[in-house]
């Protein structure tokens, strides 16, 4: 197999990998007020979503609101697989991912062989 078939193949799964495997949680309905009729979820800020509008946090989890409730779930993948005695995993808020450095180096990557999400 050829080195670009083998790159292909891990640019497929490093993009993929995010797109399943998500971790997923789900705040209790807590009824959002308007003119005395109930429009939408309050989350632990009391802030107001609207019914049916998405939103991502500041700590990268793509959220949503129904009358069920907020249902968040991670948009990224934690880095997990990697030599933890020579390497440190870091995320980026910017970009909502993780990756791992070498401890002592940390603009030299890691090798990664398994994440979860």
Do not use: H
């Not at 009358?67 to 997990?80: A, E, L, P, V, Y």
């Not at 970009?95 to 990664?112: G, I, L, Q, R, W």
Request: charged share 25%; hydrophobic share 30%; net charge positive.
């Amino acid at each position: 197999m050829s080195k670009k078939t083998v790159l292909a193949c891990l640019l497929v799964l490093a993009i993929g990998m995010p797109l399943s495997n998500a971790s997923c949680f789900i705040w209790p309905f807590k009824p959002g007020l308007s003119d005395g009729g109930i429009i939408g979820c309050l989350d632990s800020d009391a802030k107001l979503y609207e019914f049916d509008s998405q939103w991502k946090t500041d700590n990268c989890y793509d959220c949503s609101c129904s009358r069920n409730g907020i249902r968040c779930c991670t948009s990224f993948m934690k880095s997990t697989g990697y030599d933890k005695k020579k390497c440190v995993s870091i995320f980026n808020k910017m970009t909502c991912t993780y990756k791992a450095v070498e401890k002592d180096n940390n603009s030299k990557e890691c090798p990664v062989f398994d994440w979860v999400g």
